[in-house]
């Protein structure tokens, strides 16, 4: 079965960063589309990054410039590193896996699998 593991949370002050990981197994999409969501308290899940199988990447307005996402292949584990973090990005960050097509938006309905969050705070 798939199996979405996330680490690398933590607290962090304003301005620094953080790293996280989520290790992937079990899935056998040849092509695919994984991506990192966050959700504060009281709000709504949202899209944060994404990357197609093909390497394409996409980013929520609210992050670009300051977060990266990537992957490596070889160890089936996705990244994102997050830099010049805010308070406001302070919440449960979760990968996600779906077919291709999934890239094409941020509506989280449309991947499969999921972890089962990290928590990312900063003061």
């Known amino acids: 079965h798939v199996q979405l593991v996330e680490s690398g949370g933590g607290s962090v002050q304003a301005g620094g960063s953080l790293r996280l990981s989520c290790a992937a197994s079990?899935?056998?999409?040849?092509?695919?589309?994984m991506g990192w969501f966050r959700q504060a308290p009281g709000k709504e899940r949202e899209g944060v990054a994404a990357?197609?199988?093909?390497?394409?990447?996409s980013y929520a307005d609210s992050v670009k410039g300051r977060f990266t996402i990537s992957k490596d292949n070889a160890k089936n584990t996705l990244y994102l590193q997050m830099n010049s973090l805010k308070p406001e990005d302070t919440a449960m960050y979760y990968c996600?896996?779906?077919?291709?097509?999934?890239?094409?938006?941020?509506?989280?309905?449309?991947?499969?699998?999921w972890g089962q969050g990290t928590q990312v705070t900063v003061s």
């Open positions: 079990g899935y056998t999409y040849s092509s695919y589309c």
């Open positions: 996600a896996i779906g077919w291709r097509w999934a890239c094409d938006s941020w509506s989280a309905s449309r991947y499969n699998y």
């Open positions: 990357i197609d199988s093909d390497g394409s990447t």
